[in-house]
């Protein structure tokens, strides 16, 4: 009875966490007038799909903001890869002095709220020419703090004597990171490129900021204007959320078995 109870309840909570996916989705396809219509209407009657035509008009750019979301998706992707695994690499591996009182100072950013650097990002990035530019959303995500302490936890967990041994062989560190550590931490890192991946694909405020021309938009913005070029054309909001969203299942989906699996073996150690 207990099993039972728990299943019913754990059913009943993933229903209401996909039902505003199912609204979306089913909204996207409905006409203006019966998208909030009670009771809510599954299959829309009639089905229409002029609100994914709309959005493809040439007076929208939304082509354009998709394109600049995945290269700007990417670049995040790749600096962070490289920013976030080596720093990680040298708190966990190397051996210097004041490496514990830099980490904990490291750890300290943890506490200051991304929206309290706002105006202080912008001018440094309207300083070095960087506002209006994608660089303005790529560099600061690449320095992760949150994703160097989940790694450096990771990378403590691998067997010191790998990487000892490999050193004796005549290996360098960077050898010693690239061949023996990477190939071990693979399911933490892509971890970290998934969570990296949502936020920046559905990162709103950053690019709404430091970003003013609509050929440079992202995607996030870009759904946005479509309420106030078509007063709140929800069908167009609903259909253009749709397709945003098949990256994202996407990505879920080919990283699932890895991303549970860095999730379960990534412990606080040290």
Not at 172 to 195: D, Q, S
């Amino acid at each position: 009875m207990r099993k039972i109870i728990l299943t019913v309840f754990l059913a009943v909570l993933g229903i209401a966490n996909i039902f505003p996916f199912i609204f979306m989705l089913s909204s996207s396809f409905k006409s203006l007038g019966k998208i909030f219509e009670y009771p809510f209407r599954l299959i829309p009657d009639p089905f229409l799909t002029e609100h994914y035509k709309s959005i493809f008009e040439p007076r929208y750019d939304f082509t354009l903001w998709y394109q600049n979301t995945i290269v700007m998706v990417i670049l995040t992707l790749l600096f962070k890869c490289a920013v976030v695994s080596l720093t990680a690499y040298a708190f966990a591996r190397l051996r210097f002095r004041g490496r514990s009182i830099l980490f904990i100072v490291f750890l300290a950013a943890l506490m200051l709220p991304g929206d309290a650097t706002i105006i202080q990002r912008y001018v440094i990035f309207k300083m070095l020419h960087l506002t209006d530019s994608i660089w303005a959303l790529v560099l600061p995500a690449a320095f992760d703090v949150y994703f160097v302490f989940l790694l450096r936890q990771f990378f403590m967990s691998i067997p010191f004597e790998l990487s000892e041994a490999a050193i004796i062989d005549g290996c360098g560190h960077l050898k010693v990171f690239y061949r023996i550590i990477l190939p071990l931490a693979k399911p933490a890192l892509i971890t970290m490129m998934l969570f990296s991946f949502v936020w920046a694909w559905n990162d709103f405020t950053n690019p709404f900021i430091f970003i003013t021309d609509i050929k440079k938009q992202m995607l996030t913005v870009g759904i946005a204007l479509f309420q106030e070029t078509k007063s709140q054309n929800h069908g167009m909001q609903m259909a253009a959320s749709s397709l945003a969203l098949i990256p994202v299942i996407v990505m879920f989906l080919f990283s699932q078995k890895f991303f549970i699996k860095g999730i379960a073996t990534t412990g606080v150690k040290g």
